[in-house]
């Protein structure tokens, strides 16, 4: 669905990191939840990724039709040993969560969720807890939208710890507890996000953050309707 499984496949052909030192996620996309295409999904993932498994395999989202079909399958994938562990994305709410965890004979490990300063989900993130299952953010910083990176709470926090706003973000996330996902080509943008360790957030910091949130989504639906049209279409 994001059509990047080729390009990938071919940078970890090339690459002189052995296998076992990845960790390679994948997705099922919607339009394979039928049982007989989530199977051919996998496979043909697989084959462009060049490899005999993945270390997570996620069912993209809980808001087409059989999608519990899908996560059967996904369980079979585990037994065969085609994928490592299997979660969710785009479970947010707590039925979805509760319909899941009643069928799922093998435990979800991840929920990957739109999480950031103004949208903290702290419902799911207590539901999730209950079920053991960890929450992982996409749009961590917001998708970059300024109005999160210039917000002046978390420009306050950056200065007085010396760092930037991205990286204030970055270890709010952290210290809630949240696994994160972030993009970047620059270098230096990705060593600093890999080098948090010098950031610590005091109480008074998280609490300020936490008056941030505001339940806003950055996500942009049309974006995600055109993903599923081109998905239906292929």
């Not at 979805?96 to 989900?121: K, T, W």
């Not at 960890?134 to 910083?141: G, I, N, R, S």
């Not at 709010?172 to 080509?185: D, L, R």
Request: glycine share 2%; net charge neutral; proline share 5%.
């Amino acid at each position: 669905m994001y059509l990047n499984e080729a390009s990938v496949g071919l940078a970890i052909s090339e690459s002189p990191v052995d296998r076992s030192e990845l960790f390679i996620t994948a997705k099922i996309p919607p339009s394979y939840y039928n049982k007989c295409r989530t199977r051919k999904s996998l496979e043909r993932t697989l084959k462009r990724l060049r490899t005999d498994y993945v270390d997570l395999l996620l069912l993209t989202t809980p808001i087409m039709a059989k999608w519990q079909n899908a996560w059967k399958e996904m369980e079979k994938a585990v037994d065969e040993g085609l994928a490592r562990s299997i979660g969710v994305c785009n479970f947010v709410t707590e039925r979805s969560i509760d319909e899941l965890c009643s069928i799922a004979n093998i435990r979800p490990v991840i929920d990957q969720i739109e999480c950031h300063p103004f949208l903290h989900q702290k419902h799911i993130q207590k539901k999730l807890n209950e079920k053991n299952i960890q929450l992982e953010a996409w749009y961590p910083l917001g998708h970059g939208n300024p109005l999160l990176l210039n917000n002046e709470i978390l420009m306050d926090i950056a200065t007085a710890h010396h760092t930037t706003v991205p990286q204030v973000i970055l270890r709010w996330h952290e210290q809630m507890g949240h696994v994160f996902i972030t993009k970047s080509s620059n270098p230096d943008h990705i060593q600093r996000n890999i080098h948090l360790e010098h950031i610590h957030l005091t109480p008074d910091d998280m609490k300020r953050i936490e008056a941030l949130d505001v339940s806003r989504n950055f996500y942009c639906v049309p974006e995600l309707l055109q993903k599923l049209k081109y998905s239906l279409v292929r």
